[in-house]
C-alpha cells in the first residue's frame, strides 16, 4: 500500500516553461548584481561562493571570475549545488518583490491537498534547492501549499539518474521502498527509482509526445486512480 508520495516540480507538478523561461532568466540578469551586494555580509552566500572556489579552482577572492563560473552554469543547465543554492536565495528575493509568483498546475494543487487530507506523507525531490523547493509552493498561483508536505530532498543527497540516491531517501523516510510511490517527468529518474523498489507514475504535462511502452499519465486525476487500484 503506498504511504508516502515523493514528487520532481519542473515537468511534474509545474510547468517546464515557467523555471526556463521565468526563473532562469531572472537569476541569469540578476545573480551577479546580487552576490555583489550579498557576499560581503550574508554568510549563506559566501558559503556557496566558496564551494564555488573549491570545485573550479578560482579563487575566493575573485568575485567577478566566480559569477563567471556561476554564468557558464546557468547558461548549461548545470545541477551544481552552490549554484541552485544562490539561485534560491535570489528567487526569495523576486518572490517577495512580487516579481513572479510559482507556478503549479491546478489539478496538482488540487491534489496536493487532497492526498494531504487523506493521510499520505508528501515530499518531494527536485534538482533545485529545497529553498527553491519552498518557494515555489510558498508562493504559488494557488496560496502557500508548504504545509501539505513532509519534507524535501535536493541534490545534496544524490543525483536524480543516481540509484543510490532513492537508497538514501528510502533510508531516511524509514519505509519500505514499495510504500513509495515516485513522480516524475524523467524515464531515466522512474527507472533509477525502480530499480531501489519505488513506484512510479511517469507524468507528461502540455501535450508533449514520448516514444516509450512505458504508461503515461497526463493529469493528477491519473495519478489519483493509480493510488486508488494499489
Known amino acids: 500500500m503506498?504511504?508516502?508520495?515523493?514528487?520532481?516540480?519542473?515537468?511534474?507538478?509545474?510547468?517546464?516553461?515557467?523555471?526556463?523561461?521565468?526563473?532562469?532568466?531572472?537569476?541569469?540578469?540578476?545573480l551577479g548584481a546580487f552576490i555583489k551586494a550579498e557576499a560581503p555580509d550574508n554568510p549563506e552566500v559566501r558559503e556557496q561562493l566558496d564551494a564555488v572556489a573549491s570545485a573550479t579552482g578560482v579563487d575566493e577572492g575573485d568575485i567577478d571570475g566566480l559569477i563567471d563560473v556561476l554564468q557558464t552554469w546557468i547558461r548549461e543547465d548545470r545541477k551544481e549545488t552552490p549554484l541552485k543554492a544562490l539561485q534560491g536565495l535570489l528567487w526569495e528575493q523576486g518572490y517577495q518583490h512580487g516579481d513572479f509568483r510559482g507556478h503549479v498546475y491546478a489539478?496538482?494543487?488540487?491534489?496536493?491537498?487532497?492526498?494531504?487530507?487523506?493521510?499520505?506523507?508528501?515530499?518531494?525531490?527536485?534538482?533545485?534547492?529545497?529553498?527553491?523547493?519552498?518557494?515555489?509552493?510558498?508562493?504559488?498561483?494557488?496560496?502557500?501549499?508548504?504545509?501539505?508536505?513532509?519534507?524535501?530532498?535536493?541534490?545534496?543527497?544524490?543525483?536524480?539518474?543516481?540509484?543510490?540516491?532513492?537508497?538514501?531517501?528510502?533510508?531516511?523516510?524509514?519505509?519500505?521502498?514499495?510504500?513509495?510511490?515516485?513522480?516524475?517527468?524523467?524515464?531515466?529518474?522512474?527507472?533509477?527509482?525502480?530499480?531501489?523498489?519505488l513506484k512510479t507514475a511517469w507524468l507528461v504535462r502540455d501535450g508533449a509526445t514520448v516514444q516509450s511502452n512505458r504508461p503515461v499519465m497526463r493529469h493528477f486525476d491519473d495519478v489519483d486512480g493509480l493510488l486508488k487500484r494499489r
Open 2 to 30: 503506498i504511504r508516502v508520495i515523493l514528487t520532481d516540480i519542473e515537468g511534474t507538478t509545474s510547468s517546464i516553461s515557467f523555471v526556463h523561461d521565468v526563473l532562469f532568466p531572472y537569476a541569469a540578469e540578476h
Open 107 to 197: 489539478d496538482a494543487a488540487d491534489y496536493l491537498r487532497h492526498w494531504h487530507d487523506e493521510g499520505y506523507r508528501l515530499y518531494v525531490y527536485s534538482s533545485g534547492s529545497v529553498k527553491a523547493q519552498k518557494l515555489i509552493f510558498g508562493f504559488s498561483d494557488y496560496g502557500d501549499l508548504t504545509p501539505f508536505f513532509s519534507g524535501y530532498f535536493d541534490t545534496r543527497i544524490g543525483a536524480k539518474r543516481d540509484a543510490t540516491s532513492y537508497h538514501a531517501i528510502v533510508d531516511e523516510l524509514g519505509v519500505a521502498p514499495d510504500t513509495i510511490l515516485f513522480l516524475s517527468d524523467s524515464e531515466a529518474e522512474l527507472v533509477a527509482a525502480e530499480s531501489v523498489g
